[in-house]
């Protein structure tokens, strides 16, 4: 079936650094592909998404390519805040007119001043 | 309301009991999604309601589930014989057609 492989993490960085978060995807067709972001004591919320490749996904600083050759959907952010700090989870979806969400496991991040 | 709630917030229960779980989807949005986050199967999808189309339960883990939505609004999730591996936060998405999912807080559910 359809699933999401995520960086594992937890992932601590510096306030400033750069990030990536990795995540790949198998699917029998063409997916769309999102990022959500679950910040301390709040619920999911969309943080980005692409529905085909190529396409590019930003919000908030943080983007994410469609790249179909590589099924993957990885995370970047050039210069993350301690306010990042959140669980992010990489999903996909497949139906069209049923969007249930396939989630990875989640990557637990980190930003210390 | 401005998004989607979900009531209880917190629910403990006795192993062997039933539990109902309400979720009231954002006005005018006609999907509405329940998913379920445990520490050992991470974020997975449970069932799916569209308007008055039969709805997507296959991601219900045994027939101890059920879900029905009323009126195309309120939804309740019930768990019947509850048992430990149970213990989750069960979540509510609901959207447009199409459309980006919003989800509620949770209702955290502890099975002693």
């Avoid at chain 1, 004591?41 to 390519?65: I, V």
Wanted: hydrophobic share 30%; glycine share 10%.
């Amino acid at each position: 079936g359809d699933s999401v492989t995520q960086m594992e993490g937890p992932v601590t960085l510096s306030e400033e650094a750069f990030l990536t978060i990795n995540c790949t995807y198998t699917a029998t067709g063409y997916p769309s592909l999102f990022w959500y972001v679950q910040y301390p004591g709040e619920g999911l919320q969309l943080l980005l998404k692409a529905t085909k490749a190529d396409d590019k996904g930003s919000n908030k600083g943080f983007e994410a390519t469609y790249r179909k050759e590589t099924t993957s959907f990885h995370l970047e952010k050039g210069s993350v805040q301690v306010s990042d700090s959140a669980v992010y989870f990489c999903a996909l979806s497949m139906d069209f007119g049923n969007e249930k969400l396939t989630f990875g496991t989640g990557t637990r991040l980190t930003i210390i001043p | 309301g401005a998004g989607v709630s979900q009531s209880p917030s917190n629910k403990v229960t006795e192993k062997g009991k039933d539990v109902e779980l309400r979720c009231d989807p954002i006005s005018g949005h006609t999907a509405l999604y329940w998913y379920r986050q445990s520490l050992g199967q991470g974020l997975e999808f449970l069932i799916y309601f569209q308007g008055n189309s039969a709805p997507d339960k296959s991601g219900l883990p045994s027939d101890r589930f059920s879900a029905e939505r009323t009126g195309g609004s309120v939804s309740t999730l019930t768990i019947q014989r509850t048992q430990q591996e149970d213990s989750a936060v069960y979540l509510c998405a609901s959207s447009l057609v199409l459309g980006e999912q919003f989800f509620g807080p949770g209702t955290r559910l502890t099975v002693l």
